[in-house]
């Protein structure tokens, strides 16, 4: 089912969450979206969104850090590999397991 809820804090804060009952992967899960406000320590209100489903919570919000960007070359080796077939997988397990250098 679906579901919606709120609150007003005495302290300012403020929330609201809309969410539903999801299956993925034949798992039962909560997929939500919603939004909070806070005050800071600082005495500013800061506001957060977010998303949390099966890929994770993922807050959006103008006073979280952001990671760097991704260096050019890493990017053009990542779009590269995008364009390759998948490899198979090799289950034939006939590695060489010695470890004492040489190789018998």
Partial sequence: GKFRYSYEGGDGTRAIQDGQQIFVNNQAGTASQGQYTYQGDDGKTYSVS??????????????????????????????????????KENNNNNHNNNFNGNGN
């Fill in 50 to 87: 977010y998303t949390a489903d099966e890929n994770g919570y993922r807050p959006s919000a103008d006073h979280l850090p952001t990671p760097p960007p991704v260096p050019a070359p890493i990017a053009r080796a990542l779009a590269y590999l995008a364009t390759l077939p998948p490899q």
